[in-house]
């Protein structure tokens, strides 16, 4: 008895015949590109773009600041919010008010350009994926799986951040310089 990874009897004519079938696994599905197991980078960029916003790259974590150095300049001990809006209730007007903030603060180009992360499992290893505004684009739909908006906007220098936390009771729209 021959157990090959097929696991069968007769191994050899197995392979034979997905041989024949031409595809490298046989009829097996797991093999092939459409069947693989989501990513932490697929799930954030189908978050971002579920937002409205484009995607043009990820860039990951290099050149600094990193994603986990923001999220940390985020959640600092005194920390203040720029705005802030009820947790329940209309949000409608987060997306413009963040957009006014993150203009203000510098970290929206000229060319609608910015570098951004929400939360996803795995987005911090993930890194900062560089987006452009659409006229779609609306930040109230990067939700996490809480329910709840909450990510954080760079600018492609690196020096300035703006985002959006859920906080106890609030949604605090935070800009700061790194």
Known sequence: MRFGWDNTVDGHRTMELYRA???PGGGYPFF???????TSEDH???????????????LGNEPGP????????????????????????????IHQLWLDHARHAGVVGEDGTFLLTAVV???????????????????????????????????????HICGVTAEE??????????
Do not use: H
Request: charged share 25%; no cysteine; proline share 3%.
């Open 21 to 23: 079938i031409g595809k």
């Open 32 to 38: 092939y590109e459409e069947n693989r197991v989501p």
């Open 44 to 58: 954030l960029i189908e978050l971002i773009r579920g937002s409205g916003l484009e995607v043009d790259a990820v």
């Open 66 to 93: 990193s994603v986990d150095t923001a999220w940390r300049a985020m959640a600092g001990f005194g920390v203040e919010p720029s705005a802030s809006l009820p947790l329940k209730g209309e949000l409608g007007g």
């Open 121 to 159: 499992t795995g987005s911090s290893a993930v890194g900062w994926v560089r987006v452009r505004l659409t006229d779609t684009a609306d930040v109230s739909r990067l939700v996490d799986d809480q329910g709840r908006i909450e990510f954080i906007a760079r600018s492609s220098s690196g020096d």
């Open 169 to 178: 009771y609030d949604y605090w729209v935070v800009g700061l310089d790194l």
